[in-house]
């Protein structure tokens, strides 16, 4: 009985995303053209020589694509163009430090073996990126002790740390899912917002750095900064989204520009590409941080169709007006192509919400895999599995939440939004034990479980204690669904 409604409500949900990608699928498209160059002439304002850039520092980044598997190809291939970019920039490898995990150049599903691409018609981008911290030594700890520049602290990778002095500039960027107040990790436990903030402030304590900018791709990455990143530190933070939204994987099958057809995978994210797309072919002495936060504003809102998200500034805004050379350098080729606001060439797109780009993957594959073959098959039973984890997961956090507060305090306890410029939750270490405990019953969170994050925030912050929630994940989960999603095996978010 009970398993007969799970099917058919699993069916019904599987069609409704099926109709959802199709319609992705069949998405709007409009002609026109990527970046058009324009040779710098007198409206230029710069007229050679060197300009006065404040620089004599060190610059200084660290790289991080925060998850694993072919259905998120676009995250490391965001990390390996950037670091294509601060390369041509002028950067050294020995200031660069990368973490991926390092899965998709030569994963079967690859269509091109060896070789990444960023964008449709890009050229590879994986060839040279050091291998610094690659498969399971891509953890917050290593993270975070190569930002603070503390050797001893790291276990495994390469050894490259930020060993930064206090003329020196940083730069962070880091593209994964995330859900609020965490960002992914391959690894477990989950970066939390409380950890990453400290680490910036002890950072900063230390006197090695002049100043510091931080990109940040992820669902809720808002979050990560809301009510936590004081001014004063002399970091600039801008992020994809708002503390309440997702961000949008982008040349995703079936989009316009879509990937070669070979390729069942998103290419890129869409905040990812339009920082970088942007300084890839400007000269980045005449281009500051504001300009470039307001132009990928406006590409990342993608005409603020549902198919975007709000790009975000935190910490020190005023530092927002230093050119993008004092972090990222400046490809000499570019000497001639001064900034200028060209999103109006760009056409609008659909792009793909983060946390469907695995279940778009799962089904483009099954879409185009012979009638009957294995690989038909494999395909199906991926997709079967990623959504009956969401359903466990999406079913348990409900009736948790009725076992705490009641049928109708429950829905409002889980939607509820703190306002802007408040974090996310006043006791991060009781978030922490409540993760712990709901995935202790209920099994692995996950990439997709991360969004229910606020949920248990605000259970904490209605005063809800471990014990409470032990009791009400006992009851509410009986058992955990056996796909590979709901497995502990790697240990628990928290
Ligand atoms: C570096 O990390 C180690 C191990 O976690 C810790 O004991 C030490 O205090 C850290 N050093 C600094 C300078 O923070
Ligand atoms: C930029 O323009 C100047 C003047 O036309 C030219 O001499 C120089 O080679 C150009 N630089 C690049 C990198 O194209």
């Known amino acids: 009985m009970a398993t007969t409604t799970t099917t058919t409500s699993l069916l019904a949900y599987a069609f409704a995303v099926a109709l959802l990608l199709g319609e992705i699928v069949s998405g709007g498209r409009r002609a026109g053209d990527g970046f058009i160059r324009l040779p710098s002439g007198d409206e230029s304002g710069f007229i050679g020589g060197e300009p006065d850039d404040g620089s004599s520092g060190t610059r200084w980044a660290v790289l991080i694509a925060g998850s694993n598997g072919y259905w998120n190809y676009r995250h490391q291939a965001d990390v390996c163009h950037a670091y294509q970019l601060l390369k041509k920039g002028g950067l050294k490898d020995e200031n660069i ?154 040349y995703c099958p079936g989009e316009y520009p879509s990937p070669p057809p070979e390729y069942e995978t998103c290419l890129g994210d869409l905040y990812s590409v339009a920082w970088m797309e942007d300084s890839d072919v400007h000269n980045l002495h005449t281009e500051t941080l504001h300009q470039q936060y307001q132009l990928v504003k406006k590409r990342t809102a993608n005409d603020n169709t549902p198919y975007g998200s709000h790009v975000m500034q935190y910490g020190d805004i005023s530092q927002s007006s230093e050119d993008l050379f004092r972090y990222i350098g400046t490809n000499p080729a570019n000497d001639n192509y001064t900034f200028i606001d060209d999103n109006s060439l760009r056409p609008s797109r659909k792009a793909v919400n983060q946390r469907d780009a695995d279940l778009l993957h799962f089904w483009d594959k099954f879409r185009k895999a012979p009638e009957g073959s294995s690989r038909k098959f494999e395909a ?102 056996a796909g590979p999603w709901s497995s502990l095996h790697r240990g628990f978010s928290a």
């Open 380 to 481: 199906q039973k991926q997709f079967v599995e990623a959504m009956s984890h969401r359903m466990h997961i999406d079913e348990s956090i409900k009736l948790i939440a009725k076992l705490l507060f009641g049928i109708d305090t429950g829905s409002e306890v889980l939607k509820k939004v703190r306002p802007a410029g408040q974090p996310l939750v006043d006791d991060w270490n009781c978030l922490r034990s409540l993760v712990r405990t709901f995935e202790a019953h209920c099994g692995s969170l996950a990439q997709y479980g991360m969004k229910h994050m606020r949920s248990l925030a605000n259970f904490c912050n209605a005063g809800i204690e471990t014990r409470h929630m032990t009791e009400a994940s006992s009851q509410a989960c009986s058992r955990v669904p």
């Open 97 to 250: 430090v990368v973490f991926m995990y390092d899965d998709i150049a030569f994963n079967e599903e690859n269509p091109r073996q060896g070789v990444v691409i960023n964008s449709p018609h890009g050229s590879d981008v994986y060839a040279g990126v050091p291998k610094d911290y690659m498969g399971d030594d891509v953890t917050v700890n290593n993270f975070l002790s190569v930002i603070l520049g503390n050797k001893t602290a790291l276990t495994g990778g390469s050894g490259k740390v930020v060993d930064s002095g206090p003329d020196d500039h940083i730069f962070i960027y880091y593209t994964d899912h995330g859900g609020p107040g965490v960002l992914g990790m391959p690894t477990n436990p989950f970066l939390y917002a409380d950890d990453l903030v400290e680490t910036l402030k002890k950072k900063h304590a230390s006197g090695t750095y002049k100043s510091l900018v931080f990109y940040l791709e992820a669902c809720e990455s808002g979050s990560i900064f809301e009510g936590l990143l004081p001014e004063g530190l002399n970091i600039y933070a801008t992020t994809a989204a708002n503390a309440e939204e997702s961000s949008w994987g982008t």
